[in-house]
């Protein structure tokens, strides 16, 4: 998956925002079982990124106890 963001903000603020979209996104995707690499370039050419290498099983959020659908 390819996302391209592009916006109307200046260089400092694209690299204050892509911080907030680095871990929103990272967040989103790590209550999956994939694994991924989230990685975002600023127009001024900042790096942000975060990984996770390796596929983990994914805790159901209900207990053995609850069996409402």
């Given at each position: 998956m390819?996302?391209?963001l592009v916006s109307s903000l200046t260089n400092?603020?694209?690299d204050r925002?892509?911080?907030l979209v680095l871990n929103a996104v990272s967040e989103l995707?790590?209550?999956t079982s994939a694994a991924y690499t989230v990685r975002i370039v600023?127009?001024?050419g900042k790096i942000l990124q975060?990984?996770?290498p390796e596929p983990v099983a994914v805790r159901s959020s209900?207990?053995?106890m609850d069996t409402r659908r």
């Open positions: 390819d996302i391209r400092e603020d694209e925002f892509a911080a995707i790590a209550r600023t127009a001024a975060q990984s996770r209900r207990s053995a």
